[in-house]
């Protein structure tokens, strides 16, 4: 029998400092039934995190206040507590017993100096009386039951020791160690490859239909929403403006962000057309673009010319030492990239995928000798890079430049943004005076729709969207001919990865440098990419036209990359 294990009444969460107060959620009211998947979608800073964490009480308070409302937890179907109104015992005795939560980066979830044995097992004995033995067999089994490979080998091991997947996994054994009633899942697939995406997916569903919980899945991936849950509900500037069935939702949304949301993914549109972003249905709905059936685009634009070669790699080799002797004699080495061999045309995207630990990032890093390269030639305009010395290497980096994954971790913090653009230009000598640097940085900031006036903030003073562009406009500022992005928008909101994706088209055609870009999701590649290269354990698996790859793939294992992609019901 369904019955609402919780209900948000009216709950408005304020975060005060002493400038004065912000609102994050707005007076939204929500319910989520026993043995339903309820799906809160919108983009970062929509006040679905916020919400999340509320009902476990975890937002520090201050500056967190809550303004009015209730939220009404009921196990059973009978007794009501408000979460607002309980004791830290009380809070101490639900969390994880009966409402547990699964967070979005499990490295930061997880204790490093404990092994993921102890700490599933620390959660066991904190709520149920039993014995060390007995929580430990609890774990075994829970490890056994989120398909973790050799669980006995697992107990044991530390959490750096483990996969992204493997540890997103431990944490779903935490979660689920005690049965709870509601289980609160964060963004749990953001920073996944589609393969153990969908394996993670299928878990949840599959453990949520065996012990009938009520789950709430917070994303910004409307695929893994079609793919999950029964119910949505899509937020914006901590207000809920749509909710209903998830097929619904789907082919009958009302309100233009929901719109938005769904037409600005990269899978509806052919290649080189420039992708629709929320503001479009918000600013002028009569005019913004319908969202159109993945299956009816045709990538019918011209490929890059190939008739003239930047980068030939020739049995590339990048092993690292596994196994080493006492005395420091290595026995066996990891293959990351081993024997590989392709080219890359002048002016052309070539579009780098597979699953997470394919080789695909140390690839992109060794043409770059960021990762010194164990063996094989990577001739760039002839060049042999492997064996350029560093000296004259230094030069060569002016034309050749890297947009790395996180965008946080990729610009120093204590220095602004205008003089982190400005430093590369200011090392390799390019314009003579600081002044006319300054002028150069100003004209790129505004080509990557950032404002002059933004030159001297920091990086903390702007979104994970805002600081991709400005790492892209540092390696734009040296005008470089060959540039890696290795998972430059895997991390972002749907409505900023299509921005970012509409900025690198159009500094592509400005600037007519040659790109390879790396990532996990193929109907990204699909659409920016000319060629496609699928890599697997370190080797090339298969490559060529990126529709001919995407639509009619010959390897088996493209074939399940592609299966895997969450489909939309459009």
Known sequence: MAYPLLQIRDLQVDFV??????TAVKGISLHVNRGEIVAIVGESGSGKSVTSLSILQLLPSPPARYVTGSILF????????????????????????????????PMTSLNPVFTCGDQVMEAILQHQRVSKTEAKARTLELFQKVKLPNPELLMDRYPHQLSGGQKQRVMIAMAMSCNPSLLICDEPTTALDVSVQKTILQLIRSLQETEQMGVIFITHDLGVVAEVADRAIVMYKGAIVEQGSTTELFRNPQHPYTKGLLACRPILHPKGTRLPVVSDFLNKPEQAPAAVSSNSVKNEQPTANHSETLISVKNLRVWFPSHKTFFGKTLDYTKAVNDVSFEVYKGETLGLVGESGCGKTTLGRSLLRLIEPTGGSILYNGMDLT???????KQLRKDIQIVFQDPYSSLNPRITIGHAIAEPMRVHGILPTASQRKERVMELLEKVDLKPEHFYRYPHEFSGGQRQRIVIARALSLGPEFIVCDESVSALDVSVQAQVLNLLNDLKREFGFTTIFI????SVVRYISDRIMVMNKGSIEEMGDAEQVYLHPKSEYTRQLIASIPKAMV
């Open 17 to 22: 400092n002493e400038i004065g107060s912000a």
């Open 519 to 522: 990532s996990h999701d193929l």
């Open 74 to 105: 009921s196990a059973d179907g009978s007794s009501q507590v408000d979460m607002l109104h309980q004791s830290a015992d009380q809070l101490r005795a639900l969390r994880g017993h009966r409402i547990a939560m699964i967070f979005q980066e």
């Open 387 to 393: 064996a350029t010395k560093r000296d004259n290497l």
